[in-house]
């Protein structure tokens, strides 16, 4: 049996026992849009991360720096909006090949610094209002396909 034939929530169920280690703290744990856990008693944290992989989710060749960053914010903006959550912090991890140019690394960042929840989905950044300081505890994350080596 492999993954495919089970699928994601499928295989969530068979690993999901015994990944607590604050299972008193936890409200909602893995397999959710977000996790969801009380930091001090009163307050809730949300944390995802949606990871976006090349050939999967997106293609390299067919979509701007830019906008690659705008969409990895985005969908995990997303989940945190499904689970009522707001907008605060982003935790950033990414996988480079290391045949990618600088510009365009630098436009993924680009594209994550001008997201706003108000903006809307165009292909220039220009017209995406900044800061970072307005998001939630979020880690967009985004990865390319392994380079092949002969």
């Not at 945190?80 to 090949?97: C, D, L, N």
Request: glycine share 10%.
């Amino acid at each position: 049996m492999g993954l495919k034939d089970i699928g994601e929530f499928g295989f969530i169920q068979r690993i999901r026992h015994g990944c607590l280690t604050r299972p008193e703290a936890v409200i909602r744990g893995i397999g959710d849009d977000a996790a969801a856990f009380r930091t001090d008693g009163r307050l809730v944290s949300l944390i995802t991360t949606d990871l976006l992989v090349e050939r999967v989710h997106f293609l390299r060749e067919a979509i701007s720096g830019l906008d690659l960053g705008y969409k990895s914010l985005a969908v995990n903006l997303s989940d945190i909006a499904a689970m009522g959550g707001t907008a605060r912090e982003a935790f950033v991890s990414i996988a480079i090949p290391e045949e990618c140019g600088l510009t365009y690394l630098e436009e993924i960042f680009e594209g994550m610094k001008g997201w706003r929840p108000s903006s809307k989905s165009t292909s220039s950044a220009a017209t995406r209002p900044a800061p970072w300081r307005t998001w939630s505890s979020m880690s967009p994350c985004t990865a390319w396909s392994p380079k092949t080596r002969s």
